[in-house]
C-alpha cells in the first residue's frame, strides 16, 4: 500500500524562510499568513521577521515553494503491484554505470581541505561573494568556499578521466568575461581618445619641474606638447591576438570570402591552355615511359660494346 499524499492546501506550521536583506536562512512558525488563491500548487504565502537582522515580513525561501511543487508535479506508482516493480527495479543498486556517475562523490571532502588553502570560507570576504546565492549562514560553516571548490573538483574530475569537456562551462565563462574586459577597453579608450595629448614638462638646473613654453606669434605663450598612442591599444592588441578574433582568424578577410577561393583550395588554377585531361596526361605518361626503355636498351647495348669492357671480359675469360 502507498503512503497518503501529503494535503497541500492546509497551512503549514513549520516554514523555511531567507531574508532578503542579510541572507540568512532559517525555519521557524510563519508570523505573518496571506491567502493566496493565484497561488496553484500551494494558497497561502508566508512572512517572518529575520532572527539575524531583524528585518520584517521575510518570505518564504524560493527554493522551498519550488520543492512544493516539485512534490504536487512528481508521478509514480500508487499501487502495491507498481510499488513492488519499482523496488525490484532498485536491486543491484548502485551498478557499474552508477558508480562512474558518482565516482568523484569522495572527492567533495579532500578537495574542501585544498581548497580552503586558497579560499577559505568567508562569507561577503571576497568580491565575487556579492553575485552568491550561497545562504551565508551556511556558508560560514563550511572549510572552504563552495563555489571555488566546484572550480577544483570539475579540474580535478577532467584531468581524472581525460576529459576536457567537463570544462566547457568554466571555459565558455572565462572567453566572455574576457571579450567583455575587451569591449570595455574599447570603450574607454574611445572615450579618451586613440591619441593622448599632454604638455611636455622636464626638469630645470634646480631639479624643479618646468612645464615647457614658447611665444607665439601673437605674444601668447603657448605649450609644447607630447602626444602618444594611448597605453589601453597594446592591451588592446594582445586580447585580440589572445582570443583569436582577428580577421584571419575569424575568416572574414578578402581572401577568406571569395567563394571562389573556397571552391579551389588545394587544386592549381590553370588555363585552358595549359589543362589537360586525365587521359591526356595517361597518354603522354605512356610516350615518357615507353622512350625511357628505349633510353635503357640503347645504354645498355653501348656499355656492352665497350671496347675497355670487352678487353676485361676476356682477360677474365682467359684466366
Known amino acids: 500500500?502507498?503512503?497518503?499524499?501529503?494535503?497541500?492546501?492546509?497551512?503549514?506550521?513549520?516554514?523555511?524562510?531567507?531574508?532578503?536583506?542579510?541572507?540568512?536562512?532559517?525555519?521557524?512558525?510563519?508570523?505573518?499568513?496571506?491567502?493566496?488563491?493565484?497561488?496553484?500548487?500551494?494558497?497561502?504565502?508566508?512572512?517572518?521577521?529575520?532572527?539575524?537582522?531583524?528585518?520584517?515580513?521575510?518570505?518564504?525561501?524560493?527554493?522551498?515553494?519550488?520543492?512544493?511543487?516539485?512534490?504536487?508535479?512528481?508521478?509514480?506508482?500508487?499501487?502495491?503491484?507498481?510499488?513492488?516493480?519499482?523496488?525490484?527495479?532498485?536491486?543491484?543498486?548502485?551498478?557499474?554505470?552508477?558508480?562512474?556517475?558518482?565516482?568523484?562523490n569522495a572527492m567533495k571532502h579532500g578537495m574542501a581541505a585544498k581548497t580552503a588553502t586558497y579560499f577559505p570560507a568567508k562569507p561577503d570576504g571576497y568580491s565575487f561573494c556579492a553575485q552568491c546565492e550561497v545562504n551565508r549562514t551556511w556558508c560560514a560553516g563550511q572549510a572552504a568556499c563552495v563555489k571555488q571548490t566546484e572550480?577544483?573538483?570539475?579540474?580535478?574530475?577532467?584531468?581524472?578521466?581525460?576529459?576536457?569537456?567537463?570544462?566547457?562551462?568554466?571555459?565558455?565563462?572565462?572567453?566572455?568575461?574576457?571579450?567583455?574586459?575587451?569591449?570595455?577597453?574599447?570603450?574607454?579608450?574611445?572615450?579618451?581618445g586613440v591619441v593622448i595629448k599632454q604638455p611636455r614638462v622636464e626638469l630645470d638646473r634646480e631639479g624643479n619641474s618646468v612645464t615647457l613654453t614658447y611665444l607665439g606669434d601673437d605674444g601668447k605663450r603657448k605649450y609644447i606638447y607630447d602626444h602618444q598612442a594611448h597605453p589601453a591599444l597594446k592591451a588592446i592588441s594582445d586580447f585580440v591576438s589572445r582570443l583569436g578574433l582577428s580577421m584571419g582568424d575569424l575568416g572574414m578577410t578578402v581572401r577568406a570570402a571569395d567563394p571562389e577561393d573556397d571552391e579551389q583550395h588545394g587544386v592549381l588554377k590553370l588555363d585552358d591552355k595549359t589543362r589537360e585531361t586525365l587521359s591526356d596526361f595517361n597518354t603522354r605518361m605512356l610516350a615518357v615511359m615507353g622512350g625511357a626503355r628505349d633510353m635503357l636498351a640503347?645504354?645498355?647495348?653501348?656499355?656492352?660494346?665497350?671496347?675497355?669492357?670487352?678487353?676485361?671480359?676476356?682477360?677474365?675469360?682467359?684466366?
Not at 81 to 104: D, I, M
Not at 152 to 161: C, I, K, N, V, Y
Request: aromatic letters at 6%; hydrophobic letters at 40%.
Open 151 to 192: 572550480i577544483f573538483m570539475l579540474h580535478h574530475a577532467a584531468f581524472e578521466s581525460r576529459n576536457p569537456r567537463v570544462l566547457a562551462g568554466i571555459h565558455a565563462d572565462l572567453q566572455a568575461g574576457l571579450t567583455a574586459m575587451l569591449q570595455m577597453l574599447m570603450q574607454g579608450a574611445l572615450a579618451d
Open 1 to 104: 500500500m502507498g503512503t497518503m499524499a501529503k494535503d497541500w492546501t492546509a497551512q503549514l506550521t513549520q516554514v523555511n524562510f531567507r531574508c532578503d536583506v542579510c541572507r540568512h536562512a532559517w525555519e521557524a512558525e510563519p508570523e505573518l499568513i496571506e491567502d493566496a488563491p493565484d497561488l496553484e500548487h500551494h494558497p497561502f504565502r508566508y512572512f517572518c521577521t529575520c532572527p539575524v537582522c531583524h528585518s520584517k515580513n521575510q518570505p518564504q525561501a524560493a527554493w522551498a515553494r519550488a520543492l512544493m511543487k516539485a512534490h504536487q508535479a512528481s508521478t509514480g506508482p500508487k499501487s502495491a503491484e507498481g510499488l513492488a516493480k519499482v523496488a525490484k527495479n532498485l536491486e543491484g543498486h548502485p551498478n557499474s554505470e552508477a558508480v562512474l556517475r558518482t565516482r568523484f
Open 298 to 319: 640503347a645504354a645498355d647495348k653501348a656499355t656492352k660494346a665497350d671496347p675497355v669492357l670487352v678487353a676485361h671480359e676476356a682477360r677474365e675469360g682467359k684466366s
